[in-house]
């Protein structure tokens, strides 16, 4: 079957559209939420769904390793757990009231509290256990 440059060209178009569309649609971006003393209560003490924070400093090594796998672990876990960052070096006031002295440091907030805090450098493994028991303190939080 013959096929003009223009056919082939139109046909090449649509189905790129149609993979890029597809692709937009199948794995949205989640990407997690800047957190500072403005938003804080918002986002993180009256959401519905439990929290883990993430909170970095910029200048940590071991903090630019962990920030590519929690931002790639955000989509799997979407939709029972929000995800937010926290810059320590711009949040001072914050990073003082929760005494964080180690980074990275992931904590869980659930109902509009403070559950839990991790404070170690940790793998994507480690970060996707740490999602799954977070999943698992609040059903069990519920059902107490």
């Known amino acids: 079957m013959f096929h003009s ?13 149609a993979n890029t569309s597809l692709n937009c649609f199948f794995n949205k971006a989640v990407t997690p ?3 500072n003393l403005k938003n804080f209560e918002k986002e993180v003490l009256e959401s519905e769904t439990p929290v883990i924070l993430y909170a ?3 200048s ?3 903090c630019k390793a962990v920030s590519s ?9 979407a939709d029972k757990l ?7 070096d711009r949040n001072d006031i914050l990073a003082n009231y929760f005494d964080v002295r180690y980074v990275p ?3 869980l907030f659930y109902d509009g509290k403070w559950i839990e805090m991790v404070q170690e450098n940790v793998s994507k493994e480690s970060l996707k256990a740490l999602c799954k028991a977070a999943i698992e ?3 069990d939080i519920d059902e107490a």
């Open 5 to 17: 440059k223009k056919s082939i060209f139109f046909m090449f178009m649509i189905t790129t559209f």
């Open 33 to 35: 939420v800047q957190i």
């Open 56 to 58: 970095f400093r910029v």
């Open 60 to 62: 940590s090594w071991r």
């Open 69 to 77: 796998i929690f931002v790639e672990l955000c989509p799997e876990f």
């Open 82 to 88: 929000k995800f937010v960052a926290m810059d320590l």
């Open 105 to 107: 440091a992931f904590m």
């Open 137 to 139: 303190t609040c059903k």
